[in-house]
């Protein structure tokens, strides 16, 4: 189809649409809004269904009754509409319902502002909600991505039955960059469990809700057995420069982005920098980053947020190598030449 200018807001939405979407409900909120304006736009032109609901709590609801009904469904929100989704994203997860939600990361606590951030990370990647669940979270970082992503992520949410989460910021969101689409257009296949409203499916029952213990534990243990198949299955990462690298950045969205212009002015000053960049946050690259172990001295994340993706890097490498937090706040963007500093001024501490 030859290469497009477009947001990635508006690229999640035609990835969406060549990868099968047949429904969309949302609620505009900055910086996500082009979503709902794309959507709005888009679907009702190809055949599908829009829907802008009167808030956040009725779109995931409307969410869940079209994916119970067979429907390929997505919405896009941000920090404070993801907040209201909550519930609903955990009867999804708890029904075992397929979806995609977008959640464009704004700067917060509270009402916060329209500036980039990532501090949705904890919320998004170690459950969406009450009870013990998860989804899978793919993070993307470029518009290019946005429209990949979000055309696989119907196929995942019904491989896995379970909510597939395009995790980005609002500098991803907003920037304007040439996206190649997808040339052929996927449908929705029918589902076994799914409720048509005929014979063949009236005696399908979806719902969360059990009322033996055995048979609640039951099911938690059939959804986390779920959650170790994905980890076995569909980890996903870019390396850069990893090869002979001292120092190991670890980044996803707009922060990997400015850590792989980092790593080349690095190099040139003799520091061997290399990223390694999560294209799946759930799962998460675990056992790369135990590989890359024996070979640097260091890791660093680079986020903007209080220090979330730490937690799991550090887990992941259980002490082996000091992992470093590089991390700004408040819709704060860091420079390129800013990270090069900051490493250079660690490395002359240390020596």
Known sequence: MGQHLMKGNEAVIYGALLGGATHYFGYPITPASEIAHAAADLFPRCGRHFLQAECEVSSISMLYGAAAAGARVITGSSGPGLSLMAEGLSYLSGSELPSVVVDVQRAGPGLGYIWPEQSDYNFIVHGTGHGSHSGVVLAPNSAQEMCDFAYQAFDLAERYRCTVFILTDAYIGQIMEPVELPRKIKKNPHKEWALYGDAASRRNVLASIYLKVEELEGHNLKLQEKYRQMAAEIVDFEEVLTEDADYLF??????????????????????????????????????????????????????????????????????????????????????????????????????
């Open 250 to 351: 670890v980044a996803y969205g707009i922060s990997s982005r400015i850590c792989h212009s980092a790593l080349h002015k690095l190099r040139k000053k003799g520091i061997k920098a290399g990223m390694l960049r999560p294209k799946t946050l759930f799962p998460f690259p675990n056992v790369r980053l135990q590989e890359l172990t024996g070979q640097v001295r260091k890791m660093i994340v680079a986020e903007l947020s209080n220090g979330q993706l730490v937690r799991d890097v550090r887990l992941a490498v259980a002490g082996k190598v000091p992992v470093d937090l590089y991390n700004w706040m408040g819709g704060r963007i860091p420079s390129t030449d800013e990270i090069v500093r900051r490493l250079e001024e660690d490395i002359e501490c240390t020596q």
